[in-house]
């Protein structure tokens, strides 16, 4: 078809010209227009004149950022699309504590896939937070019944990095005791993780069999697998007593869905259980984010690292929940916290508690029930066909544990002469991977959403493709008529504590038609098909919530019940400064679910992440050009890794250079706490610098602490801009201080946001950085996790960087692994990758001018009511703005906290780094109508505060001491408060639109930690 001439001049523009759409328009809140009545308000012609005053022009970037161009939200999706289609999925059996599972569509759909759910912060603002602080509580329940525990926490990062923090608590509760040993049978990565871990702090990791251990004096601590990496099932008890009579103490890596068949590790004597909860509905995502669970006895509950959910009371009396004990601890005790765990994996924990919601504890048990029969079936067959079960760990083999090993959906397999890479290739070419063991030993682990097929299909590999001659009906027939229970040696010795029965026949043949089962009994098998030795007796999730919601609509409404208790990003801003909570956009967090990313397992074969791999390198390229540093490290799962892993890699370049010793890490006073918790978990001496009244580093200070600390400064940790908000102009010199007495500078990179396009880390002087990318690069908060925390390193460093024992990457001399998976949380990469490949270089400065402008136009605006407490070049801030509430005596900020819930706002961060103060970052992705409204109310409390001060209103009971109000407070018979029912719960007209409700009145912190209680008995006992 010929266009006209009109036609064709009207095409000839979109001739490569970009989408018209761009996706820059949709994550910048302010329109053009109102740009330019805010830089007037703030006192600058344009964008380009307020970042010329407000950045120190030495430190400017003075070019573009080299990054391809952007790429609509269509495209970019297109191209991430190609991408993903590179990854092959296989069916995984491959294990070593982490299986494909099925997340429940309602949950996959209503938490995983709901910005009401993935775009809240962590619960610290308690009563507009209750929905995801019962869901985290049921997931302590949840944790502590299956481990037979008294505590549990609301999840850490993954399970490896539980290790290490277990082994880390034992140290701090014993005197002098420095050798902690690990079972040779634990997964590979926990036992790596640990070690990276121990070097540093001095502590002797002994790996070896339990078996012939002998404690001594010196040992404080020992981990055992439960199961084993190789699948067995052992007695710890006798080992356990052996601990405690030394003076030890006993940690457990426990499978939770295995703790639904077998003896739960506080019933045989451990004293902390650990592990990961990514079975229980969260996708394998090529190794995370999925939720550590952390559970130890009640003496231990103040050593207890992360974050813990507990029963408190509100403002009526009513139960109400609440972030417990050392909530934000690392802030108060610094260097002396009991971890560095700030983002944890809160999304992820409550999608596990949901799963176990959903299914209740007899839905659990069958999932378990079904996997364990198909792996009894599996062993058999391969049994008939010549393949023992082995165990490459002969010690193991000989364990005199009682009453010998057993298995729950993992079996080891000896190939004879067979080679298992012939094994291992053959399945490959059945789009199914094995474990690789050694030259003769292959690995099977299932999960629930292995079937018959998958059974049938592995005999045909081990059969070597040819037809096998029996079916899994059959196997299953002989299972029952022999009694026999494959992996267990029978011991007649052993009573049974159930007797097979016709119902259970039956079971086991409808497993053979995918239907949840029973097993096959066999003379000391309990009815589970677990030998009745290690066969869980004690009930668990008894409580209500998890035996009330299984239908999907019961389901689908808790679900929503507890969203609508929640504040995220879908009801108004949350302003919380040194957060960043910008939007998440959603076609960003659309990949996350495709299964070309989230069905991979960590350990699969690297050509079939192809796309993975392509993902991650332009990644790593981006980040460096962002960042100038010559390499990344994708690895570290959360900010504090991230500046874990980089005082790890300062430490390995000075030892490189014979100066091991060098051990001193200066730390500004205004620094997260994360910083100081960091440097002590990586073994360093903290010494503090000081601010000045301009809330900058102390200059002098820094270098007298420089100068006399010269022979052994390790480091400096900065943040930058500070956390007070603020360009600092000298923070060239102080780059410069550092590396003249021999240390190296480490950036705390959670502030990127106002340097993004403007200057880079690399360039101003420092030698490592990390970045959020749950702030800055749009990944979710999640409510408290996930994260991602990179780093990026200096040329000098680059060979340091983190490795991993199961895939060869990281430098030439790696400090170890720091994560369990090689790319720590790599499902969540793609939004950080979407976001890049968005905005492009244009977008991402620009993105980072209007965070800077959004953040002075609030400064601006409410100067007069609530000054800025610091500002630099030219009376500016950085991205933030620190609001100095202290001159008000009678209310505080945690009183303007509470009542800003009442006008429907999350409050800013609270008396952090000031005590007194809220600390505010808008984003660029707030229009300049969310900032006005946020304005409005801050006005509006400031009027009713002077009132206070002023005598006008009660001291005690008025509107902020009361905050927040509740509807049924409002609706209540008799309103016996001072100031009208409108006042308290519509104090501006726009609540009339929309209003959201806190759910409870003020919680009380002291009642909570008088009386800790931590799971849902908390909650049966108030309610009664
Ligand atoms: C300045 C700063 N540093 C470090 C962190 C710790 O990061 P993460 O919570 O990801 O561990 C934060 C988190 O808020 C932060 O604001």
Not at 35 to 40: G, N, P, Q, V
Not at 231 to 240: K, L, P, Q
Not at 391 to 410: A, C, Q, V
Not at 713 to 738: D, N, Q, R, W
Request: charged share 20%; hydrophobic share 40%.
């Amino acid at each position: 078809m010929a266009f006209s001439e009109k036609q064709n001049e009207i095409l000839k523009p979109v001739e490569n010209a970009p989408h018209p759409d761009p996706f820059v328009r949709r994550h910048i809140g302010p329109r053009p227009a109102d740009a330019d009545e805010m830089l007037a308000q703030v006192g600058f012609k344009n964008l380009d004149e307020l970042i010329d005053a407000a950045v120190p022009k030495n430190i400017r970037l003075g070019k573009s950022l080299d990054l391809p161009a952007a790429r609509s939200e269509h495209e970019a999706l297109a191209e991430l699309k190609k991408i993903a289609s590179q990854n092959q999925v296989c069916r995984s059996f491959i294990g070593m504590g982490f299986y494909d599972c099925i997340t429940p569509a309602v949950i996959q759909r209503n938490v995983l896939e709901n910005p009401g759910w993935y775009t809240q912060y962590t619960p610290y603002q308690a009563e507009i937070s209750q929905g995801r602080l019962e869901a985290l509580l049921n997931f302590q329940t949840m944790v502590a019944d299956l481990t037979a525990l008294d505590i549990a926490n609301a999840s850490l990062l993954d399970e490896a990095t539980a290790c290490a923090e277990a082994m880390t608590m034992c140290h701090r509760l014993a005197d002098g005791r420095n050798i902690f040993f690990v079972s040779e049978t634990c997964h590979p990565q926990n036992i790596e993780v640990i070690q990276t871990r121990a070097k540093v702090l001095g502590i002797e990791i002994v790996v070896g069999s339990p078996e012939q251990f002998s404690f001594t004096e010196k040992v404080f601590g020992a981990l055992v697998q439960y199961p084993d990496t190789f699948g067995a099932i052992h007695n710890y008890s006798g080992f356990a007593e052996k601990a405690h009579a030394a003076g030890a103490l006993l940690t457990v890596a426990a499978d939770l869905l295995a703790l639904t068949l077998i003896k739960p590790p506080g019933e045989f004597g451990a004293d902390i259980a650990v592990g990961s909860a990514q079975r229980f509905g969260v996708p394998l995502g090529y190794g995370g984010p999925h939720a550590a669970f952390f559970a130890t006895r009640d003496e231990f509950k103040r050593q207890m690292p992360g974050r813990i959910v507990g029963v408190s009371k509100d403002s009526r009396g009513r139960p109400a929940l609440r972030l417990a004990l050392q909530t934000r601890e690392q802030h108060i005790r610094r260097e002396k916290a009991t971890s560095n765990i700030c983002t944890a994996q809160a999304l992820l924990a409550n999608m596990a508690s949901m799963y176990a919601v959903y299914h209740g504890p007899e839905g659990l048990k069958k999932i378990a029930q079904r996997i364990h029969t198909l792996t009894q079936i599996l062993a058999a067959g391969l049994e008939k066909l010549g393949y023992p079960l082995s165990n490459p760990k002969s010690e193991i083999r000989n364990l005199k544990f009682e009453h010998g090993p057993s298995y729950f959906d993992t079996i080891t397999i000896a190939l004879g002469d067979k080679r298992a890479t012939d094994v291992v290739e053959l399945a490959e070419a059945h789009q199914m991977n094995f474990r690789e063991i050694d030259d003769h030993t292959i690995g099977i682990s299932f999960d629930e959403t292995t079937d018959e097929n998958d059974v049938a299909e592995i005999w045909q590999v081990f059969k070597g493709d040819k037809a096998i001659g029996f079916t899994v009906d059959e196997i299953a027939a002989d299972l029952i008529n022999t009694g026999l229970q494959p992996g267990v040696k029978t011991n007649d010795d052993i009573p049974a504590v159930s007797t097979a029965s016709s119902s259970a026949r039956e079971t086991v043949k409808t497993v053979s038609n995918s239907t949840t089962s029973n097993t096959g009994l066999k003379p000391g098998a309990n009815e589970n098909g677990i030998a009745s030795h290690f066969a869980r007796i004690s009930p668990f999730l008894t409580y209500k919530v998890f035996n009330s919601y299984h239908s999907e609509t019961e389901m689908l409404r808790y679900i929503k019940r507890l969203e609508s208790r929640d504040l995220s990003l879908t009801a108004s801003m949350i302003p919380l400064g040194s957060c960043t909570m910008k939007l998440n956009a959603t076609f960003e967090m659309l990949p996350v679910s495709w299964p070309e990313f989230a069905r991979l397992h960590p350990f699969a074969p690297l050509k079939q992440t192809r796309g993975y791999q392509i993902l991650f390198q332009q990644l790593e390229d981006w980040l460096s050009e962002i960042t100038g540093f010559a390499g990344i490290s994708l690895q570290p799962n959360a900010g504090s890794q991230g500046e874990y892993t980089g005082q790890l890699v300062i430490r390995a370049w000075h030892e490189s250079r014979g100066e091991a010793h060098r051990n001193v890490c200066l730390i500004p006073t205004s620094a997260h706490g994360t910083n100081p918790a960091s440097a002590v978990m990586a073994g360093l001496k903290v010494v503090a610098v000081a601010c000045d009244k301009d809330g900058n580093i102390d200059v002098a200070d820094l270098r007298a602490k420089a100068e006399s600390h010269k022979a052994n400064l390790a480091c400096l940790m900065v943040t930058y801009p500070s956390t007070h908000g603020v360009f600092e102009e000298t923070i060239k010199e102080i780059c410069e201080i550092i590396h003249a007495n021999g240390g190296q500078v480490y950036m705390d990179g959670a502030n990127i946001n106002a340097q993004v396009g403007l200057c880079r880390p690399a360039d101003i002087g420092t030698d490592v950085c990390h970045l959020n990318l749950h702030k800055t690069f749009c990944i979710p908060h999640g409510g408290g996790g996930p994260g991602v925390g990179p780093i990026g390193v200096a040329e000098h460093l680059v060979e340091f960087l983190p490795g991993h024992p199961i895939v060869n990457l990281g430098g030439e001399n790696p400090i170890g692994a720091v994560a369990a998976a090689p790319w720590g949380s790599a499902n969540i990469l793609p939004i950080s990758w979407a976001y890049i490949a968005a905005m492009g270089p244009d977008g991402l400065t620009e993105a980072t001018e209007y965070a800077i402008l959004n953040a002075n136009y609030i400064s601006k605006r409410l100067e007069d009511y609530f000054p800025t407490l610091y500002r630099g070049r030219k009376g500016l801030v950085a991205h933030e703005c620190i609001l100095d509430l202290r001159r008000f005596k009678s209310v505080t900020a945690e009183d303007v906290a509470k009542r800003l819930m009442d006008y429907g706002f999350h409050a800013p961060t609270l008396s952090w780094p000031v005590a007194g103060t809220l600390m505010v970052e808008p984003t660029e992705s707030e229009s300049k109508a969310e900032l006005d409204r946020f304005c409005d109310a801050m006005i509006a409390i400031h009027a009713e505060m002077t009132a206070i001060e002023t005598g006008k209103a009660d001291q005690q009971n008025n509107l902020l001491k009361n905050a927040p109000h509740t509807a049924d407070m409002i609706a209540a018979d008799n309103w016996d408060r001072p100031y009208p029912r409108e006042q308290a719960a519509f104090p501006v007209p726009g609540l009339r639109d929309y209003k959201f409700w806190p759910a409870v009145g003020r919680v009380d912190n002291v009642f909570g930690d008088r009386n800790p209680v931590c799971t849902c008995a908390g909650m049966d006992t108030c309610v009664s």
